[in-house]
């Protein structure tokens, strides 16, 4: 790799070929402002159209001042990244942004989180002198994302992730000068497009341009009203990642804390996703080793291999793209939807409560999960399983507003039944936990014998695809891993074309998994986050004095009250689903 | 947006012209420019034809069709008027004529009537400056036009 050396700020720097401007002043301890560009580390993922401008420096011998985020480095430059002239044209910059921009910090969404907001005030821009013509356009609402491109400050950074990370094509640059907006084709409202709302744009988005369907203010009227009996459900990845919001460093857990405010909010019950997540086990195990022994028999009528189906992202985006084989995944609901029916179904009639008068919420690293608990296949007479789901952010947004100093509340621990989950649920929302969690009762349920030793490391890791073979006990089952839609996608094509040799494969559509879903508190593209809320989950598994999901004794005491056995008839009903052909009509209407 | 039915024999040129092209992603211009030349425009049906040949996002060709001026996602009308507007016919009063022809056709630079007749459009020099200000309305070319020699071309039509 060959050298090169350059002066940046008086400071000697000395970097690889090819580095940009911007990484090479990191080096040297300078840290220039940056606004479009976007980089989430070791995961390939970096946006730097050089649009906003904001990152020019003066390269001392060239006319024009520099973009840094898009200039390379070269030998002996002489590079200013703050003198008057970078310093005003930065401002200026800034300023006529900000002349095409709502006002609107008081009441926006994105208040506080807002990356152009926290620049303005970096900059010190104390007034707008620009005033001029300002870009109207209607606000979007889908079931899961609000567009209000008002805010848009064209940075492409959702583009980048719905086209080049996603592949699901819902977003596109179109239009052109002032007209210009980020939208779907022939600006149809989002909902008609192909967006799996895997929220991946509305957490880059740097402004409120993109941001989730708000449904606190449902839960808040649930909470009031004496009539209803409110269950709450958390996903995995919540506890990982909620602590952010209160100022804890990324990784701290908060399984305690999370559910003693959730009593403080007025929840009648607070139960546990893992406890459903568990279930899924049990049920998308079997299935796979179902599918597995009819397979090694030689029954040509089973298709391997099997892919998750938790995801409901990942579910919209199959339905969407590989329509014809959606007979591939497993027919498993996600543990957000089994925990509906068994809450409604099981745990309500249990007590003598009407499905009507028993409201279930989730709280949810994810935006998917709000459009997924209003499908009409999960609802009974109109009467929705899940009622409402939230985000990480709501959720804290909610304890704020209630009052509640997180960090001075003591750790309480979950009701019962349906709060109580095994390590294996716990590693659901990271990157290959689901699948470690299946092997891990797959193994055992396979070859009847005891796991000595639980944790697949080889499952773990960050890499976009990942592959594995585990040993059942002299039977070499082969397993994919892929998260991000783009590399979903890639195992997808290679099932399609008879390239592929897995048994069963895991995709989450989040970065990461759901530790990096659209509903988590914003990581501004500091990639060590999500790794620190992925060992918080490993960690919170290794504690667990029960890690595997069929040891769990509330779900064997639900197998032998309720629902007979895994893949029985019972389960069938409630817990398992149906995949739709989304492919055709989207845009245009017969 | 209604639901328009491509003629087949016009659906299977595009997807010769795609082939053409080797359906690389890097032709779009390219096939959206023939496919203009097919369909007189680029209805979002045909864009969703050469987003799956290509295996672009239809969200992407609809990008680069409102990007460009050249695209145009409306129909010409039967009768096809462009009003120059290069130096010579401009400095003559062309402008004068283009506004006279959007008040009694109703429509904007771009547009279509309700009726399919006519559709507006601007170019640059025909070669036919000693004419100026110079009118087409398809192949015939009107010269010395005057705003109130419009309504007498547009009668012309009408029949």
Redesign the interface.
């Known amino acids: 790799m060959k050298m090169v050396k350059l002066i940046i700020d008086g400071k000697t720097a000395e970097v690889p070929e090819n580095t940009t401007l911007l990484k090479a002043a990191k080096t040297v301890g300078i840290d220039i402002p940056t606004l479009c560009y976007f980089e989430l580390k070791d995961m390939n993922i970096e946006n730097r159209p050089g649009g906003c401008r904001i990152c020019v420096v003066e390269v001392k011998g060239r006319r024009n001042l520099a973009p840094a985020c898009n200039t390379m480095v070269a030998e002996g430059m002489e590079v200013y990244t703050h003198n008057i002239r970078v310093l005003n044209a930065r401002r200026t910059v800034l300023e006529l942004i900000l002349s095409d921009h709502p006002a609107e910090c008081l009441t926006c969404a994105k208040s506080g989180s807002c990356e152009l907001q926290s620049m303005a005030q970096q900059l010190g821009v104390r007034e707008l002198p620009y005033q001029g013509e300002q870009s109207k356009y209607r606000k979007d609402t889908s079931p899961a994302i609000i567009r209000d491109v008002d805010k848009c400050i064209m940075c492409r950074r959702c583009e980048m992730m719905c086209?080049d990370v996603q592949t699901?094509?819902?977003?596109?640059?179109?239009?052109?000068g002032f007209m210009a907006v980020v939208?779907?084709?022939?600006?149809?409202n989002l909902e008609k497009?192909?967006c799996t709302y895997c929220g991946q744009c509305v957490s880059v988005c740097p402004t409120g341009a993109l941001t989730e369907v708000d449904h606190s203010r449902n839960v808040i009227n649930a909470l009031a009203d004496p009539a209803k009996t409110v269950v709450v459900q958390t996903a995995p990845a919540v506890r990982a990642a909620l602590g952010e919001e209160f100022g804890l460093e990324p990784g701290t857990l908060v399984t305690g804390k999370m559910v003693a405010a959730l009593r403080r909010l007025g929840f009648d019950y607070v139960f546990d996703t893992d406890f459903a997540a568990d279930l899924t086990i049990m049920e998308e195990g079997t299935e796979l080793l179902n599918r597995l022994t009819r397979y090694l028999k030689g029954d040509k009528d089973v298709k391997l291999p099997i892919l998750t189906s938790c995801c409901p992202g990942w579910v919209n985006f199959f339905e969407h793209n590989f329509p014809e084989m959606r007979d591939i995944p497993s027919t498993a609901k996600s543990p957000q939807q089994m925990f509906g029916p068994i809450a409604k179904e099981y745990f309500g009639k249990k007590l003598g409560i009407d499905r009507k008068n028993m409201i279930v919420v989730s709280i949810m690293p994810c935006l998917a999960k709000k459009y997924e608990c209003q499908r009409d296949e999960f609802k009974v007479d109109g009467d929705p399983d899940v009622n409402f789901s939230l985000s990480t952010r709501e959720l804290a947004h909610l304890i704020k507003a209630s009052n509640i100093d997180f960090n001075s509340l003591p750790e309480e621990e979950f009701d019962n039944p349906l709060g109580e989950s095994t390590g294996a649920s716990v590693i659901f929302g990271t990157t290959g936990g689901v699948i470690e969690a299946a092997c891990r009762t797959a193994y055992e349920l396979y070859t009847g014998k005891k796991l000595e030793k639980v944790d697949f490391k080889e499952l773990r890791g960050l890499e976009n695809v990942r592959h594995a073979t585990i040993d059942f006990d002299g039977l070499p089952i082969n397993i994919g891993i892929a998260h991000g839609l783009g590399n979903a996608r890639k195992l997808l094509e290679d099932i399609r074309d008879g390239k592929s040799h897995f048994h069963a494969i895991e995709i989450m559509a989040c970065p990461g998994g759901c530790i990096g879903g659209g509903g988590q508190p914003y990581h501004h593209g500091d990639s060590q986050v999500i790794k620190q809320r992925a060992s918080a989950l490993y960690r919170e598994d290794a504690g667990k004095p029960i890690r595997k999901s069929h040891e769990n004794p509330f779900i064997i005491e639900l197998y032998k009250a309720f629902l007979g056995k895994p893949c029985g008839e019972k389960s069938h009903h409630l817990l398992h689903t149906h995949y739709f052909d989304k492919s055709a009509g989207?845009?245009?209407?017969? | 947006?209604?639901?328009i039915k491509l003629a087949e024999k016009k659906l299977q040129e595009l997807r010769d012209v795609c082939k053409l092209f080797n359906y690389e992603k890097g032709e779009l211009i390219n096939v959206l420019h023939k496919a203009q030349g097919i369909f007189g425009y680029l209805p979002?049906?045909v864009?969703?034809v050469i987003a799956k040949e290509l295996n672009?996002?239809?969200?992407?060709?609809?990008?680069v069709v409102?990007?460009y001026s050249f695209f145009t996602m409306q129909p010409k009308g039967q009768n096809p008027v462009s009003i120059c507007l290069g130096t010579a016919c401009y400095v003559r009063g062309s402008e004068k004529v283009l506004e006279e022809f959007k008040r009694q056709l109703n429509i904007q630079v771009g547009e279509t009537t309700p009726d399919g007749r006519f559709s507006l459009s601007c170019l640059r020099c025909v070669g036919a400056c000693g004419l100026a200000p110079v009118v087409l309305v398809g192949e015939k070319v009107y010269g010395r036009v005057a705003p109130d020699g419009v309504a007498d071309i547009i009668a012309e039509y009408r029949t």
């Open positions: 086209n699901v094509g819902a977003l596109s640059a179109v239009n052109r939208a779907p084709a022939f600006e149809m497009s192909p989207v845009f245009v209407e017969e | 947006m209604a639901k979002a049906e864009q969703e672009v996002s239809v969200a992407h060709v609809y990008g409102t990007f």
